[in-house]
């Protein structure tokens, strides 16, 4: 596991300021005893640094391990079955992960997030507003697809284009919000939203997944695979 070298533990001023805005940003949708279940922890900077204010359990997994951070609660899966009770987590994030997962992928996804937690879904990702956002989040993609070995493509959405796909997989958009460019690392002044969902029920159908199947094609931010 790599160290990570500041002193107040983050690897750089960049990753202080991305970690505190979504920290800042998820804290007000969370009650005191909540379990919170960290998708896609990363380098769980998040979820070492949410641990350290919140009082209820804090579970994080992802398809690799990258922590910089100890989380005592933490699994490898496979990136689409989460090793969890059906309802039994109160809040899940999924803080920049989305837009790494296949778009093949993206509707089991869901549909798994749907199936664990009971009440809350808070989502962060990257949602192309100009054509340099999409050049800078093409080649973010480019880099993670590399990292892993993968040639599936993947699907940046804008935040119009999210919206619709949360409310297609059962979830009811209670707020969504453009981060400004500026909140975060100044190196990266790209557009990004944030997304507080609310379970709703029914659960999505195949009808769902063939309407995902057509917006994905539709979309103007999507990696093709790559042979
Ligand atoms: C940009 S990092 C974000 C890390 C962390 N959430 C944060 O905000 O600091 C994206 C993470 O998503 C993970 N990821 C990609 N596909 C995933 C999947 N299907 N399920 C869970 N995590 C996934 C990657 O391994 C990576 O750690």
């Known amino acids: 596991m790599p160290t990570d070298e500041s002193e107040d533990g983050f690897p750089s001023p960049g990753h202080r300021r991305d970690v505190l805005n979504t920290v800042a940003l998820v804290t007000p949708h969370l009650r005191a005893r909540d379990t919170v279940l960290d998708i896609g922890c990363g380098p769980a900077l998040v979820t070492w640094h ?5 009082r209820g359990p804090i579970l994080a997994v992802d398809i690799v391990d990258s922590r910089i951070k100890p989380t005592s609660h933490f699994a490898l899966y496979n990136g689409i079955h989460l090793p969890f009770e059906d309802d039994s987590i109160d809040v899940a994030m999924l803080n920049f992960v989305l837009h790494h997962v296949p778009n093949d992928t993206k509707p089991a996804v869901l549909a798994e997030v749907h199936r664990v937690v009971r009440h ?12 340099m956002d999409r050049i800078f989040n093409r080649r ?20 119009a284009e999210w919206e619709l796909v949360f409310n297609d ?21 790209y557009a990004r939203s944030c997304f507080v969902l609310e379970k709703s029920t029914p659960r999505p159908d195949v009808a769902v997944r063939a309407r995902f199947a057509e917006r994905a094609a539709s979309a ?8």
């Open 140 to 159: 973010h993609g480019e880099t993670f697809r590399r990292s892993i070995g993968s040639t599936a493509g993947f699907g940046f959405f804008n935040q």
């Open 220 to 227: 103007s931010h999507v990696e093709e695979p790559r042979a």
């Open 169 to 189: 997989h059962g979830f009811v958009v209670k707020q969504s919000i453009a981060i400004g460019r500026f909140a975060r690392d100044w190196k990266q002044p």
């Open 50 to 54: 949410l641990g350290m204010r919140h």
């Open 120 to 131: 809350r879904v808070i989502v962060m990702e990257d949602t192309p507003r100009n054509f």
